[in-house]
């Protein structure tokens, strides 16, 4: 099993992408703490996944707050000893429109990077990127905090490598998640222009498919891949 005895935050992991990666990872023999802020499917995600040679903990609450990323990480710590691979997975659509106001998504990263500097051993970082935002097939606020995500973690991979800690990107273009129901009333007149980009996706994947490539970034096997932007997209990057 490739992540054996390694523990794991995955946020999002009620559903979709994040959930994927909880059931994947537990069953590689990780010790995962389950974040989210629907407590009965994070219940169901348990029972689920009880005969599996890994460990789950869930953890309820909404990441957008700082005193839930601090408090998600304590837990991690206090169930497992410690803390090996963050996963950034949970977000939202904006509702497609040309400009707004930008999202803060520097605190999950830095407050892992504070866990791993104190702990000695270097860790790893999973941010979920996005092809979708690459393309511009969604609107200002989406494509630019998936940009900032991006400089970000290229920024810490480079700042940190002395110290052992890794920052990969994944990022995924269509997959079968319910993220499209974040969008709300969808600008419209950007929707026209958005579906031009859209119309050379080559199909939808699974969110298993983001999952393996994070499965592969969070284990032993990815030890010297650092700073990396992996697309999974089925080739939408190509067109």
């Known amino acids: 099993m490739r992540l054996t005895n390694?523990?794991?935050?995955?946020?999002g992991a009620s559903s979709g992408v994040g959930k994927g990666m909880v059931e994947l990872f537990v069953q590689e023999g990780a010790n995962v703490v389950a974040v989210a802020r629907r407590e009965e499917r994070l219940n169901a995600l348990v029972e689920e996944?009880?005969?599996?040679?890994?460990?789950?903990?869930?953890?309820?609450?909404?990441v957008s707050q700082k005193k839930v990323n601090e408090q998600m990480i304590d837990f991690a710590i206090e169930k497992f000893g410690k803390l090996d691979v963050l996963v950034n997975n949970a977000g939202i659509m904006d509702n497609m429109a040309a400009v707004?106001?930008?999202l803060d998504e520097k605190f999950d990263q830095l407050?892992?990077?504070?866990?791993?500097?104190?702990?000695?051993?270097?860790?790893?970082?999973?941010?979920?990127?996005?092809?979708?935002?690459?393309?511009?097939?969604?609107?200002?606020?989406?494509?630019?905090?998936?940009?900032?995500?991006?400089?970000?973690?290229?920024?810490?991979?480079?700042?940190?490598?002395?110290?052992?800690?890794?920052?990969?990107?994944?990022?995924?273009?269509?997959?079968?998640?319910?993220?499209?129901?974040?969008?709300?009333q969808p600008n419209?007149?950007?929707?026209?222009?958005?579906?031009?980009t859209q119309a050379t996706m080559p199909g939808v994947?699974?969110?298993?498919?983001?999952?393996?490539?994070?499965?592969?970034?969070?284990?032993?096997?990815?030890?010297?891949?650092?700073?990396?932007?992996?697309t999974v997209d089925g080739g939408w990057c190509a067109s």
């Open 6 to 11: 390694k523990s794991v935050v995955i946020t």
């Open 49 to 62: 996944l009880k005969d599996a040679p890994g460990k789950i903990e869930i953890f309820v609450g909404d």
């Open 100 to 102: 707004g106001d930008a």
């Open 111 to 184: 407050m892992a990077v504070n866990v791993f500097l104190s702990q000695g051993n270097g860790g790893c970082i999973i941010n979920m990127g996005s092809e979708g935002a690459q393309k511009n097939s969604a609107g200002a606020v989406y494509c630019a905090s998936k940009a900032a995500l991006e400089a970000l973690s290229k920024n810490t991979a480079f700042m940190y490598a002395d110290k052992g800690i890794r920052t990969n990107v994944v990022a995924i273009g269509a997959l079968a998640t319910e993220i499209s129901a974040s969008i709300g």
């Open 188 to 196: 419209m007149n950007c929707m026209h222009r958005i579906k031009s």
């Open 205 to 230: 994947g699974a969110p298993v498919d983001a999952a393996y490539a994070a499965l592969y970034l969070a284990s032993d096997e990815a030890k010297f891949i650092n700073g990396a932007y992996l």
